[in-house]
């Protein structure tokens, strides 16, 4: 039975409460509806590329079991490469779960790059690929003299043999190694007993932590400074070790406190420690100046996670946008249109390779525009960072970042933040420290960019010499890798243009290395937060370019830019003198005088070229491809003192040298300890002063930036003002500008042009402008834990 309230309700003043009731009803209804036909209009509207046409988007990154010649080691060869290695009982390897500092063990592995010529005669004249080889670092601690062997392994995957790398010593001195696994242990291990055992009390007391049985509140030792002989003027293996407070994140809350480690094969002791200010000889003279002092000795507050959030990497403070609303975002809309096999790409007029070298990095290889090979090779070679400070800490901070194994630091890039969601992502295998391969997610990323800015455009706007618009978007393609080293990322992104042109770029970001801030650093940093410094600091980076012009025979002259003083025969004046520019060809004869330091003064263009008339002695319009560095930064630290040899190749923005396979990288692993005598030394590629004139060339190229921290660097540096880059330009390469062939462009003209009012017809070359697909739906929230943890 019907509630009589209800019929009250109906036939009286509660009406439009009823009413109300339908209409929301209503509306909720009518939202259903819309949602479940978005939905279902979506099944049957295609996702964007779905229709895309069959040359382009075709991805296939298995591993191949015929794999390139430039081409990673697959997990066969490294599985074959290490039973291969322990069965050579010369090398007395041990298993990774059983490695010591006076072991011999397997440190890494690589691909061993063939000879060039043995490579071109593969690829130009079909001659057979060159076998398949590792090139191996083994850390000979077992030895009565411990050393360090490099040894070439081959032919993959069925190794038969080994011989001593040719362009390295035999033998190069075990206390230039990296800082490996069981000897960092080792050392923090031993450093966690010592110095909590003495002074943790202290430590608690002082900055309300302790490194062993902390809680919640703990200090840690994880950053590190090696000290070289150069520095430490005995031919010792030496490294300070930090002492922070372990929050998030522990480089930005540093204290005053650090240990110097004798790092010695069987035995690791403190030499020195830096507390308040001061050097002292061993923590027991410490703990004695703290409790004679302790009433005026900066006590330093345990971070609170709720109140203290300066260092921690989350969002705060008043958003510019609230509610959210979402990122503009790129779409393909006929899918991908470049294809990868394996690793190696095809993009409009363009083809390369590419692998994640284990000690370098990123590096592409035999790199074609139409066909033709613009670039044997390209690549990264090493990253310095030079810091200053009071601190003997900062003061002895030369960093070479190959030590830590730059291709190994490249991994976990995150869709829709590191790159595009629709990009290709790409991971590789490596083997460090370990007794198999081991694969890496999401190592390089490929994509298409729109960047927003025109790569050509006119607008003429005259009636009498004709009205018209053309221009073309620039389009590039991009990889892309990122590198961490501790605290810093490095975005290291190659880019290919519709015109012919390459662009390497490198872009820092990441935290700043903190110190803890005395009236001391001044000089070195300013006060970014309490007790926080962060010193002036250097990033170098030096690359590598093998640009081979209409094959490998090329030269390399400078078009240097210069003033002249004329009469000026055109002023009625007979004492005016005509001032204005010119310019004048220098062929460089040799690799001194191919040394190119920046001088404003000389402003000059750098040209590699093919030259047919070998009679010529001067550049005359050859075909060539420029060298342009925008990330010139020049190292000002006197030559031949201190770490710098180390680093001889930041000497020049661009060297010029013959090729030779004995001279293939501007640094090794070593460098951050080997400045005394260089395992690699830059300086002696230029000192022998071969002559270049019809020669394989080699550019190298070094780039940098001086970066003095601010507090906009809290909590992480961000990218605008770090970015630097060098391009390689097509330089009367071409009869006209290559991207005029492309059909993405578009031309707007009157029908009639000599009419002032009338229509317009736009030509578009066919590219279709109606947008009829949906972007893919965000399927990366569910990959990103396996990609980060």
């Known amino acids: 039975m019907a509630d009589p309230s209800f019929r009250q309700s109906v036939g009286g003043r509660h009406l439009p409460v009823l009413l109300l009731l339908l209409i929301t009803i209503s509306l909720v ?8 036909n978005t939905h279902s209009n979506r099944k049957h509207q295609p996702t964007c590329g779905q229709n895309k046409r069959g040359q382009y988007g075709h991805i296939d990154l298995s591993e191949s079991d015929n794999p390139s010649v430039f081409r990673d080691l697959t997990s066969k060869e490294i599985k074959a490469l290490m039973k291969y290695l322990h069965r050579q009982q010369s090398l007395n390897l041990v298993k990774a779960a059983d490695m010591k500092v006076n072991s011999s063990y397997v440190y890494s592995c690589e691909m061993h790059l063939p000879s060039k010529s043995s490579v071109i005669d593969h690829l130009d004249k079909n001659a057979k690929k060159p076998p398949r080889e590792a090139h191996v670092i083994i850390f000979r601690g077992d030895k009565q003299k411990p050393d360090i062997e490099e040894i070439i392994v081959g032919p993959l995957p069925k190794p038969t043999g080994h011989r001593p790398v040719s362009h390295k010593r035999k033998s190069i001195p075990f206390i230039y190694r990296p ?26 007391e002082l900055y309300g932590g302790r490194l062993l049985n902390c809680d919640s509140k703990c200090l840690i030792i994880r950053y590190i400074t090696p000290v070289s002989s150069a520095l430490s003027g005995e031919r010792r293996r030496k490294t300070w070790y930090w002492v922070s407070q372990f929050a998030e994140y522990y480089i930005l809350h540093p204290l005053d406190f650090a240990v110097l480690v004798d790092m010695d094969v069987t035995n690791n002791s403190i030499e020195n420690v830096w507390f308040d200010g001061q050097l002292y000889d061993n923590l027991l003279d410490v703990l004695n100046y703290y409790n004679a002092n302790k009433g005026s000795i900066t006590k330093i507050k345990f971070p609170n996670v709720n109140t203290d959030s300066f260092s921690a990497a989350k969002q705060r403070g008043t958003p510019p946008i609230s509610p959210p609303l979402r990122n503009p975002v790129q779409v393909s809309p006929d ?83 590191d790159c595009p969601k629709d990009a290709t992502f790409v991971g590789t295998t490596l083997l460090v420290e370990s007794d198999g391969p081991f694969s890496y997610e999401n190592v390089f990323c490929l994509f298409e ?12 706007y005259s009636f009498n010499y004709g009205r018209f618009y053309e221009g073309m978007e620039t389009t590039v393609l991009v990889l892309r890798t990122i590198i961490v080293i501790v605290n ?32 001391n ?28 012009i209409k094959g490998n025979e090329n030269r390399f002259a400078t078009v240097d830019i210069e003033t002249e003083d004329l009469p000026n025969k055109f002023s009625k004046n007979p004492d005016s003198r005509l001032l204005q520019h010119k310019f004048s060809s220098n062929l460089k004869e040799t690799e001194k005088e191919a040394a190119y330091k920046f001088d404003f003064e000389t402003p000059k263009y750098l040209l590699l070229y ?40 930041a000497r020049y923005q661009v060297a010029v040298t013959k090729y030779k396979d004995s001279e293939p990288t501007s640094s090794s692993i070593y460098s951050i300890l080997d400045a005394e005598n260089p395992v690699v030394h830059f300086q002696n590629f230029i000192d022998d002063n071969e002559s270049i004139v019809d020669e394989d060339l080699v550019a190298w190229i070094t780039m940098g930036v001086q970066h003095i921290p601010h507090t906009e660097d809290l909590p992480i540096t961000t990218t605008p003002g770090m970015e630097v880059s060098f391009y390689l330009l097509p330089y009367n390469y071409f009869d006209e500008d290559p991207a005029i062939s492309s059909l993405n462009a578009v031309r707007i003209e009157p029908t009639n042009k000599l009419k002032h009012k009338t229509s317009i017809k736009i030509n578009r070359y066919g590219v279709a402008q109606n947008f009829e697909c949906l972007p893919e739906e965000d399927k990366y929230d569910g990959k990103l834990r396996r990609i980060l943890l």
């Open 29 to 36: 209804i009518a939202i259903i509806v819309i949602v479940t």
């Open 449 to 460: 960019y729109n960047t927003g800015m025109p790569l050509r455009r006119h607008h003429s």
């Open 179 to 204: 800082t490996t696994r069981p000897e960092h242990i080792a050392v923090i291990d031993m450093l966690n007993v010592k110095i909590d055992t003495l002074l943790g009390t202290m430590l608690e």
């Open 335 to 417: 899918g991908k249109r470049y294809n990868v096999n394996d690793r190696h790409v095809n993009y409009m007029s363009w083809e390369f390779d590419f692998r994640m070298s284990t000690t370098k990095g990123p590096q592409i290889y035999d790199l074609k525009f139409k066909k033709e090979r613009i670039a044997y090779e390209i690549g990264l070679q090493d990253i310095a960072v030079f810091y200053s400070g009071y601190k003997p800490m900062q003061a002895m901070a030369n960093y070479l970042d190959s030590v830590g194994l730059l291709g190994s630091r490249a991994q976990g890039l995150v869709p829709g933040v």
């Open 610 to 649: 093919k030259e047919e008339d070998k009679t010529r002695k001067s550049y005359k319009q050859s075909k060539s491809y420029r060298i342009l560095n925008t990330g010139m930064s020049k190292q000002i630290l006197p030559e031949g003192k201190g770490n710098e040899p180390s680093i001889s190749w």
């Open 521 to 548: 650093e001044n000089k070195y940093s300013f006060k970014l937060h309490e007790n926080l410094a962060a010193n002036i600091h250097h990033h170098m980076f030096s690359f590598k370019a093998d640009v081979d």
């Open 488 to 519: 810093y990322d490095y975005i290291i992104d190659f880019i290919f243009y519709p015109n012919g042109a390459v662009q390497v770029k490198a872009v820092s970001t990441g935290y700043v290395s903190g110190t803890f801030y005395t009236k």
